[in-house]
């Protein structure tokens, strides 16, 4: 069935370093995807929507610079952390809607990307 | 903006017995969809049901149920004949009924089983 890949799964970085997490749509083509961010024992909280072929549109309090998206295709969008400190280490989540009108509105979530800056 | 609340942050039960999670949530929008997704020790999302507000029978998943009251914007999810496998992370989630519309989340209940 439809799912959707993220990779990596986990990754630890030194501080000032960029890192990169890849979301893809197998099977189906999302020109949409949402970028989540999860803190320890929290809710999910919207980062950004992730728009195929356009900017990004970012949620209030979202850092541009700081998270990089680029959805340069129907089934692949990317949240680029830039310049990585401690306080950006979270469990990143994506997701992407199945179907392309209103009615079919199943979305899947990927398994997560736990990022540990040190 | 929509909100939504979920009033117990944590809840047990004991394996067999059934538990009801709360959940309430505000919008002015009259259609929209509502979500229970279950989040265990890995992390991965897993639909466990899903509303659609226009319809007024409320969904039932096998064990799991939802009591649903448009008018009072309340969306309970009842799990019956509780299994071990059943403890997680409970979120409570709205989501515009538009195509691609994000999800918005409860702060999430934490149920634990009791053998």
């Known amino acids: 069935g439809a799912v959707v890949s993220q990779h990596p799964s986990r990754v630890i970085c030194k501080s000032g370093t960029s890192v990169k997490i890849e979301c893809r749509s197998l099977d189906f083509q999302a020109t949409t995807m949402f970028w989540y961010r999860q803190f320890p024992k929290k809710s999910l909280m919207l980062m950004a929507t992730s728009n195929e072929g356009s900017k990004a549109t970012y949620e209030q309090g979202v850092e541009k610079d700081k998270f990089l998206i680029n959805h340069a295709s129907l089934t692949l969008s990317t949240l680029t952390v830039t310049s990585a400190h401690p306080e950006d280490s979270s469990f990143y989540i994506c997701?992407?809607?199945?179907?392309?009108?209103?009615?079919?509105?199943?979305?899947?979530f990927g398994a997560g990307t736990r990022l540990s800056v040190l | 903006a929509q909100t939504v609340t979920q009033s117990q942050p944590e809840m047990s039960v004991q394996e067999a017995e059934t538990v009801t999670l709360s959940c309430t949530y505000d919008?002015?929008?009259?259609?929209?969809?509502l979500f229970w997704y279950k989040q265990p020790p890995s992390r991965q999302m897993i639909l466990v049901i899903r509303?659609?507000?226009?319809?007024?029978q409320n969904a039932t998943e096998n064990r799991f149920s939802v009591n649903f009251q448009k008018a009072a914007k309340s969306f309970s999810l009842k799990i019956s004949d509780s299994q071990l496998g059943d403890a997680a992370m409970y979120f409570c989630a709205y989501r515009r009924s538009n195509y691609g519309q994000n999800f918005v989340f409860g702060p999430g209940t934490r149920l634990s089983v009791l053998p």
């Open positions: 919008t002015s929008e009259s259609d929209y969809y």
């Open positions: 997701s992407a809607p199945l179907g392309s009108f209103p009615g079919v509105n199943i979305q899947y």
């Open positions: 509303q659609e507000a226009y319809k007024q």
